[in-house]
């Protein structure tokens, strides 16, 4: 099956812009990955990818990705991004939301399959946001790093 990977780029930005978790979760495969490298997160299959986008839009009040480069090509596609909002509730055990705004770089890698994202992997300059959110860690425990999320 032959996947239109600029447009599933274009879809997968428009639902994480429109914060629609369904719209954004039905683009990816039952056995897909979700990695995001800056904090060490991978999540395996729907159910457990469903939740990080779900704690996207709960932890980063305002988000959005403005778009600064985009591409398709075969069973990959490419994003290279500003994400923006304030870091006002963290599901990072170790990480204290501080209501801060930020604007922080980044890119996202899409593997695809048969129509749908089978791989997701981000990377986020995740100093800037530190910096910029004024986010440092907390005395709470962290059960590894899979506690971790995008942003």
């Given at each position: 099956m032959?996947?239109?990977?600029?447009g599933m780029?274009?879809?997968?930005?428009?639902?994480w812009?429109?914060?629609?978790?369904?719209?954004?979760l039905?683009?990816?495969?039952d056995?897909?990955v979700?990695?995001?490298?800056s904090?060490?997160?991978?999540?395996?299959?729907?159910?457990?990818?469903?939740?990080?986008?779900k704690?996207?839009?709960v932890?980063?009040?305002?988000f959005?990705?403005e778009?600064?480069?985009a591409?398709?090509?075969?069973?990959?596609g490419?994003?290279?991004?500003t994400?923006?909002g304030r870091?006002?509730?963290?599901?990072?055990?170790s990480?204290?939301?501080?209501g801060k705004?930020?604007?922080?770089?980044?890119?996202?890698v899409?593997e695809l399959?048969?129509?749908?994202?089978?791989?997701?992997?981000?990377?986020l300059?995740?100093?800037?946001?530190?910096?910029?959110?004024?986010?440092?860690?907390?005395d709470r425990?962290?059960?590894?790093?899979?506690?971790?999320?995008?942003?």
């Amino acid at each position: 099956m032959t996947t239109d990977s600029s447009g599933m780029v274009k879809q997968y930005l428009a639902a994480w812009n429109s914060h629609d978790a369904e719209a954004l979760l039905a683009l990816f495969a039952d056995d897909c990955v979700y990695e995001d490298v800056s904090v060490g997160r991978l999540e395996h299959g729907k159910q457990r990818v469903g939740a990080l986008i779900k704690s996207v839009f709960v932890d980063l009040a305002d988000f959005r990705m403005e778009v600064k480069s985009a591409f398709g090509a075969g069973d990959w596609g490419a994003t290279e991004w500003t994400m923006t909002g304030r870091f006002v509730h963290s599901s990072v055990p170790s990480l204290a939301a501080t209501g801060k705004s930020f604007a922080v770089r980044g890119a996202t890698v899409l593997e695809l399959r048969n129509g749908k994202i089978r791989r997701n992997s981000d990377y986020l300059d995740l100093p800037a946001f530190l910096r910029q959110t004024g986010a440092r860690a907390t005395d709470r425990a962290t059960d590894g790093p899979g506690d971790a999320h995008r942003g």
